[in-house]
């Protein structure tokens, strides 16, 4: 079974290596990609972010319950930063999640997010439209922390989940991302310790300053996932959410405008190779460092004068 | 007097105007810095960067001080993330550091990071180099806080200084941002706090992977920058770092490295400039959207075609 059935066969096995084969930028991938979009569009993809230590994991492994209870196949994507100490993942605290490894409605994956902040959201977009053609209902976007990382690459969800705790300042490090700006839902997870309702009045004094009009839309859900509280009312507030967002059409031009980000991604990156090869700009750098270093050239110029011999070499190309 | 002389001359409203094209992205503010170009190269350009609420600011106040004393000038640029709650720049703190306002010999300036990250990372170099062309010795480079943005733009410093405070866990963060990779130099700030002692050793345990031939280059240096406790020692050490990074070619390679970064960049922005004239992208991508939404196109073959097309197009033009 070549590796476009199998993911369509929702082959656990094939899954896997066709988001291998996206994190590495094969490119294959491209091609798959490709083969299998008209396969998707079915999927909600649900974007879960916050601190680290709030608590997402938990929470994430909890909704998984729910879904599964509900007859939906889940998958989860963890996107994890990459350090140049370890070169890899940070697995941790995703081995909680194995409480579902045995279950074959559930796919749990993590990817690390090497590369430029775009090229992260694209993969991370790519491995979301593989899972979606293999059937999965619903699938998690689950980030580490939550930095301007984090924010693009959950940005482009259908909904977005942000996780606080009391204390840590949490509240404060999530405002000056611009993650409260993104969120759907706010779960002020961890509601037993001490702050947990000061930081639910501060979360929705914030909030009605992202509704002006008054009043706020956004529900705020204290939850202790931990003990498996306040989950089915989260899973509740998902639902109401997700309906409204669909009915006022939300949802839809939410859709569009990931597709728009997503093409101009594309484009950035097709054009990146193309120049890698042409300008042969990997090649040819060490020269035009050393010109410029010396004060022999001057940046703006440079770059110009090496699109304008570019175009022309490619544009006889393209012509012949 | 026109831009170009009036920052040779270190007119501040010259230079504050230069900074504003620059932020801006207005046209005129390449043909400026290339002109500038020929007079950089003098700068020492420090990164300062660390959670918000360690203390950057005043620690940068108080290094003015010494740098003042030993007759430089210096100037400041504090990158804030813009929020689109505000749509600008927070200032906040930077107000303490109005006691340098009345000294001709001090720039400081907020610079709002609009836009994408290398966007932020490239105006925030072409900043650099209008003071250095100004005439100011030492530009610092203060972030607001410590993600990916701030990483990606200080990184390009001579040299980076990293600013931790006990309690916060903030070295968690620092390090699952990537920063300590960067750091330079550490800053234990307020550390008649509690945990500074445990924080010092975390930071030094940390380092020591970094350099795993045994022993860390990096000082780390305990302070209290609002009791001005510690700072003659920071600058004795930044004095240290930058002779040894002078003597062993790091700063070179450094330099060099920084420019082949910024030549990426404006490649990268020239290049979407012309794809945005020619493949009208702006203009298309709502009817690509409509087509990939509906399922009847596929997004890498569909850019694929408007790069092939894009190409034929505008090698015509640069023939004739």
Redesign the interface.
């Known amino acids: 079974m070549d590796l476009y059935a199998g993911v369509l066969a929702a082959e656990p096995r094939a899954v896997g290596r066709a988001i291998s084969l996206i994190e590495n930028r094969d490119a294959q991938a491209?091609?798959l990609?490709?083969?299998l979009?008209?396969h998707?569009?079915k999927a909600l993809m649900i974007g879960v972010t916050g601190s680290?230590?709030a608590g997402k994991s938990t929470l994430v492994d909890r909704l998984i319950d729910r879904e599964r209870g509900a007859g939906r196949k889940v998958a989860v994507i963890a996107v994890d930063?990459s350090?140049?100490?370890t070169g890899g993942a940070i697995l941790g605290d995703r081995l909680r999640m194995q409480s579902h490894a045995t279950d074959p409605g559930v796919f749990i994956r993590s990817m690390a997010s090497r590369g430029?902040?775009g090229g992260v959201a694209a993969a991370t977009g790519d491995a979301v439209r593989v899972l979606d053609a293999a059937g999965y209902d619903t699938v998690f976007i689950e980030t580490?922390?939550v930095?301007?990382?984090e924010v693009r690459v959950v940005e482009l969800s259908d909904l977005v989940l942000l996780v606080l705790m009391p204390g840590?300042?949490d509240e404060?490090?999530a405002?000056?991302?611009?993650v409260?700006?993104i969120g759907d839902i706010f779960v002020i997870n961890k509601k037993d310790l001490p702050g947990a309702d000061r930081l639910r009045l501060e979360v929705e004094y914030v909030l009605s300053?992202?509704n002006p009009q008054g009043g706020s839309d956004e529900p705020v859900v204290m939850a202790s996932a931990v003990n498996d509280q306040g989950i089915d009312e989260l899973a509740a507030a998902l639902g109401r959410r997700l309906a409204q967002s669909r009915a006022d059409g939300s949802l839809e031009r939410r859709?569009?405008f990931r597709?728009?980000r997503?093409?101009?991604g594309?484009?950035?990156r097709?054009?990146?190779e193309?120049?890698d090869v042409h300008?042969e700009?990997s090649k040819q750098?060490g020269g035009?460092?050393?010109e410029?270093?010396r004060?022999e050239a001057?940046?703006?110029?440079?770059?110009?004068q090496?699109?304008?011999r570019f175009?022309?070499?490619?544009?006889?190309?393209?012509?012949t």
């Open positions: 491209e091609a990609i490709d083969r979009y008209p998707t569009g680290p230590g930063p350090s140049p100490f430029s902040l580490i922390g930095g301007q990382t840590a300042g404060i490090q405002m000056k991302a611009g409260m700006e300053f992202k859709r569009r597709i728009g997503e093409l101009e594309i484009l950035s097709k054009i990146h193309l120049l300008v700009v750098l035009w460092i050393e410029l270093y004060k001057r940046p703006y110029a440079l770059v110009e090496q699109i304008e175009l022309k070499d490619r544009g006889k190309e393209a012509d």
